[in-house]
């Protein structure tokens, strides 16, 4: 089990950048996946980007190139660096984990970015 613990969200103007940052309460370096998701208003959740335990990386088609997700071992935290944000990123972005074909979920945490 793991409980993930969401941070970072906020308000920003467009083209302007956040960094979110998930802290999970045990050792993160055996988790298979994790990853952050966002659901907007009416909209389904949908994955925005992943990192797996060998560090592989992949994203939504509509943040690549703007986010970029990374880890800190040491800190069993996951970030994701959001930059030129748009107002299309307005979300509840959520932090996942994948152990051992259970998902784990955060609280998630609010982003909004302003035209």
């Known amino acids: 089990q793991v409980q993930l613990v969401e941070s970072g969200g906020g308000l920003v103007q467009a083209g302007g950048s956040l960094r979110l940052s998930c802290a999970a309460s045990?050792?993160?370096?055996?988790?298979?996946?994790m990853g952050w998701y966002r659901q907007a208003p009416g909209k389904q959740r949908e994955l925005v980007a992943r990192?797996?335990?060998?560090?592989?990386?992949n994203y939504a088609d509509s943040v690549k190139g703007r986010f970029t997700i990374s880890r800190d071992l040491a800190k069993n935290t996951v970030y994701l660096q959001m930059n030129s944000l748009k107002t299309d990123d307005t979300a509840v972005y959520y932090c996942?984990?994948?152990?051992?074909?259970?998902?784990?979920w955060g609280q998630g945490t609010q982003v909004t970015v302003s035209s």
């Open positions: 996942h984990a994948d152990i051992e074909w259970r998902d784990y």
């Open positions: 045990r050792s993160i370096f055996s988790i298979k996946a």
């Open positions: 990192i797996t335990s060998g560090a592989s990386t």
